[in-house]
């Protein structure tokens, strides 16, 4: 079959040329753009990279009209009904579902990295008591490549592997350490014996005076959340960790970076801000005043937790966790009336003209922020526990990027529309 083309002409110039169109498995086609500077002397302008895409990858899939989302081509939903995170982890770094031996050898490697350096003891208390957990998770994640120089060689595909595990075990250990920090209790070592979201509950909640068994919803809760936010191809979060990757700057200060951009309310920050936004809403009698303010052209305010750049359709990921929402606010003793809030906002979105005619659904962080508000976790832990589900996706998307032999240091280019050439002027004739 000859290579479909694509021909771009330059109606000023009369200037025609081909540029080579690449199929991917699913999605649309690409028209690869690469020699376009080179053969007509023009930039493409693509901002926020709504018609961009920045790389190849094998990872994941996303069909936005659909609703569709695909980790190494199964469906979200088989996933998060059949499978845990440290399985799903696997399967995104390494393409394939494990073997029982496969799958073990890779639980045993991710518990045996759970504890960190005891310098890092020292070095989170001197953050603020008051510090955001994220600012404590960019700084600590970053600082992870003082503690590991055996595995800085982004070259070497041992190294590759091992701090990506290191990544993946220690998040839990530093989150919940940035908890305890603001707390004022003692930091918890992590107990490998329990699983990967249990041992998360267990450093945030156990204290030494006490005892404290994890509830078993709790903790399949929190691994549900994990697998819906193992993996979302392109993402901010992940291009940022790809675009600091490509100058071959070492893993850790990729992911700190990654968990930097993360924490923007219009990205991972959501969580946070749809609690915000309930607490801020605080009668159910208000809603209709902030659903009128959402629409409102003349005011900045938008409904967080509605809404998404690919997704036009229900986000898979949303339909999955609303069950769990529903299923923990049915389990929760006393009424909370923010999760009553949440509902009743859903509903109205849901039917509400402004909402269903621009595609605005209800994201995965609306309902994510429903389910930490329901297992008491603090508000400023949800973008946390986000980024500690995103490491296995960052990490196999670093990874694949960094062992791509095409791979080139990510240096966009832009429209300059700043002065045009002048001379400097000497500061008394100014
Ligand atoms: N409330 C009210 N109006 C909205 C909202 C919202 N949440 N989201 C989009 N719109 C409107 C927007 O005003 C625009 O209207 P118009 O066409 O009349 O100018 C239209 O819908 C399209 O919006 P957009 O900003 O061009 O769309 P985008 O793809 O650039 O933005 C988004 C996607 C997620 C940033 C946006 O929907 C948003 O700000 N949502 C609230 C924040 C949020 O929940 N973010 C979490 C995203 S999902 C998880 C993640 O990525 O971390």
Known sequence: MSQKTFTVTNNATGQSEEFPVHEGTHGPDVVDIRTLYQKMGVFTYDPGFKSTASCESSITFIDGEEGTLLYR??????????????????LIMYGELPTKAQYDHFVEMITHHSMVHESFRDFIKGFRPDAHPMSVMVGMVGAMSAFYHDSLDVTNPEHQEISAHRLIAKMPTIAAMAHKHTKGQPFVYPL?????????????????AEDYEVDPLHARALDLILILHAEHEQNASTSTVRLAG??????????????????????GGANEAVLVMLEEIGDPKRIDEFVARAKDKEDPFRL??????????????????????????????????????????????LTDEYFVEKKLYPNVDFYSGIIYKALGIPTDMFTVIFAMGRMAGWMAQWDEMISDPKRVIGRPRQNYIGAARRNYMQMDKR
């Open 304 to 349: 967080m937790g509605f809404g998404h750049r690919v997704y036009k359709n229900y986000d898979p990921r949303a339909k999955i966790i609303r069950k769990m929402a529903i299923e923990i606010i049915n389990k929760t003793e006393g009424n909370d009336p923010l999760l009553d809030i949440a509902m009743k906002l859903e509903e109205i979105a």
């Open 73 to 90: 081509g199964y469906p979200i939903e088989q996933l998060a009904e059949k499978s845990n995170f440290l399985e799903v982890s696997y």
């Open 192 to 208: 490998n014996k329990l699983g990967y979201a249990e041992n998360f509950l267990h450093m945030m909640y156990s204290v030494p």
């Open 246 to 267: 490509s100058s071959g700057a070492n893993p850790f200060a990729a992911a700190s970076a990654g968990i930097g951009c993360l924490w923007g309310p219009a990205h």
